[in-house]
Nanobody
């Protein structure tokens, strides 16, 4: 079993920045991809950013140019640097890890709240 623990959420004014962290209980180098999702009240959970085991990244159009996903394999941690935050970025942010072996495994963190005030 893999534990993912997010941290770094909070309340910030529009235009501000936050850095989210996702610490894994095991080496992240074996994961095919690690992702950040977000879910606003009453809405579905959406993919925000992805980083693969080869460190390729991909972003939702709504956050391109503002968010940066990165990984530190030595610390078993994935980060999401969020800049130029907007009120519409307000959501619970979830870390997700995908492991592929004999079958596919998907792991989720408990989420961290990000609130952007206007």
């Amino acid at each position: 079993q893999v534990q993912l623990v997010e941290s770094g959420g909070g309340l910030v004014q529009a235009g501000g920045s936050l850095r989210l962290s996702c610490a894994a209980s095991r080496s992240i180098s074996s994961f095919v991809a690690m992702n950040w999702y977000r879910q606003a009240p009453g809405k579905q959970r959406d993919l925000v950013a992805t980083i693969t085991s080869g460190s390729r990244t991909n972003y939702a159009d709504s956050v391109k140019g503002r968010f940066i996903i990165s990984r530190d394999n030595a610390k078993n941690t994935v980060y999401l640097q969020m800049n130029s935050l907007k009120p519409e970025d307000t959501a619970v942010y979830y870390c997700h890890a995908r492991l592929v072996g004999l079958r596919e495994y998907n792991y989720w963190g408990q989420g961290t709240q990000v609130t952007v005030s206007s």
